[in-house]
């Protein structure tokens, strides 16, 4: 068989290979690789190659690389939003049935930048890199050929950044390049992470030319001025100095020399961090970048003070019979502000299958507990979400939060709370979390429920609309006794 086109029939029916086939079908395929590779229709071929080498990078079993997806039809009813996930196993990889979105109206795709292969990393990109309903952005970061039988052929080319933490104290500095050094010099007893994060010539091996693009590097930065955080944070989380004399500092380390120090009082934003360092920052002071340490002492000395509140989160209980219950929460990222009825180491509460609550403290009756929270340090993740005209919040969050499982009551309680501070403004970047949140603000409730709904909606207000990689929500079935909480946060 020769490449190109051709139509391919195969029996089936049969279970036994003994048995006679009842039935042939036939498939119009792209036959590829001197008749090595057939793509199906609706299939989209997937490859990761190395930007710099072309060669296929590695995916091991433990990766977790996905596709986003982002497809609109427009019919007479009005628009179809599809947003599938999809899988990457191997390299090269197929995925069925997704090229056949070529031709909807709009279809938007790309990788996911917190998923990818150790030390690989999107190209950079003012947007979130993808496919664009034919534009590709950044230009030739992705290749793109279509098959007349509505097959796909798709290479992503990413960056080989290898980060240098030889030492695995989660930065890159000076002290790295001495374990390389002692390295190459066959010194003993060298504290030794992985030498992956060393492997600047992308040779696997450690040589004296690893060490000299290690030490350029290095040079890089002092010639900078900063050390560029792992992770920028685009929509930065506002916040106030609360101790004077602040170092700024070139990375996240005492280690690096100190660039200025900042007066009390100073309003800032966090423009990145490091994933493996929770106590420094990334920001701007003056014009000058670099890095701050959050607080002291492990925590218990704050160096500054965050604007932003947890505003509102309401827990709803619904048990099965009449039951006493008792809800204790743990914030590790801010500190509880207002609560009603009044928190005193937990809420006592009967609660009724009705969902009314009846506070034993006091007597007094309700429909749900109410916190909110102030100093919100949490590194909220919009990596995934949506931008949405501020006009059309409300058909959004009503169709997410029906989706996501809230109640009409519920759903209407939340968009009275929000709407009026949402659709005035011109678009909302809207990201619902998950563990970002759970993880800093968790939940204990005794008896524990059957099913467990915590939406927590997080928004920065924009002048204009920007892309971003849709996100996958998951549906939520009530079964038993039953606890829903609603909240969220405005990022400013």
Not at 101 to 116: I, V
Not at 356 to 365: E, I
Request: glycine share 6%; aromatic share 12%.
């Amino acid at each position: 068989m020769k490449d190109g086109y051709a139509k391919i029939e195969y029996a089936y029916g049969p279970v036994y290979a003994s048995e006679k086939a009842e039935e042939t079908a036939a498939a119009d395929c792209v036959v590829l690789d001197n008749a090595q590779e057939i793509l199906l229709a609706g299939q989209m071929k997937t490859t990761l190659v190395d930007s710099n080498t072309g060669e296929l990078i590695s995916i091991d079993k433990d990766s977790q690389v996905s596709l986003w997806t982002d497809i609109k039809f427009e019919t007479a009813d009005g628009s179809i939003y599809s947003d599938p996930i999809e899988m990457i196993t191997q390299n090269p990889d197929r995925i069925p049935n997704i090229a056949e979105f070529f031709d909807a109206d709009h279809f938007t795709f790309g990788l996911s930048g917190s998923s990818l292969p150790e030390f690989y990393s999107l190209p950079e990109a003012s947007d979130t890199p993808g496919y664009y309903s034919g534009n590709i952005i950044p230009e030739n970061s992705i290749t793109v050929k279509r098959y007349d039988n509505g097959a796909a052929d798709v290479v992503f080319k990413l960056k080989y950044t290898p980060s240098g933490d030889a030492n695995g104290d989660g930065c890159f500095s000076i002290s790295d390049a001495v374990v390389l050094e002692r390295l190459l010099l066959g010194k003993p007893a060298v504290p030794f992470s992985s030498w992956k994060a060393l492997d600047f010539c992308h040779d696997n091996r450690l040589n004296v030319f690893d060490l000299i693009m290690l030490k350029k590097k290095l040079a890089a930065i002092n010639e900078k001025g900063y050390t560029e955080p792992d992770v920028l944070n685009q929509w930065g989380i506002d916040f106030q100095v609360i101790k004077d004399g602040l170092e700024l500092r070139q990375g996240p380390s005492e280690d690096f020399n100190v660039i200025s120090n900042i007066p009390k009082g100073i309003h800032l934003s966090e423009l990145g961090f490091n994933k493996n360092i929770h106590d420094w920052l990334f920001t701007e002071y003056n014009g000058q970048y670099g890095w701050i340490k959050i607080s002291e002492d492990n925590g218990s000395v704050m160096n500054i003070m965050y604007y932003d509140i947890a505003d509102k989160p309401v827990i709803y209980l619904y048990p099965e019979k009449e039951t006493d219950v008792h809800v204790e929460l743990e914030l590790t990222e801010s500190e509880l502000s207002t609560t009603y009825p009044k928190y005193n180491n937990g809420w006592d509460v009967t609660a009724y299958p009705d969902g009314s609550l009846l506070n034993k403290a006091d007597g007094s009756h309700h429909k749900y507990l109410f916190w909110d929270s102030t100093n919100v340090r949490t590194r909220f993740d919009f990596s995934k979400g949506f931008c949405v005209a501020g006009q059309d919040t409300e058909t959004f969050l009503k169709e997410k939060l029906s989706y996501m499982g809230l109640t009409e009551n519920e759903m209407n309680e939340f968009i009275v709370y929000w709407l009026p501070r949402m659709e005035h403004n011109p678009y909302n970047l809207i990201s619902f979390q998950g563990d970002a949140y759970t993880n800093s603000a968790r939940l204990y409730i005794t008896p524990s429920p059957d099913s467990l709904l915590r939406v927590f909606m997080t928004y920065v207000p924009l002048d204009e609309a920007v892309n971003i990689a849709p996100q996958q929500l998951e549906s939520f079935e009530r079964k038993g006794f039953t606890a829903v909480e609603w909240g969220g946060c405005e990022i400013r």
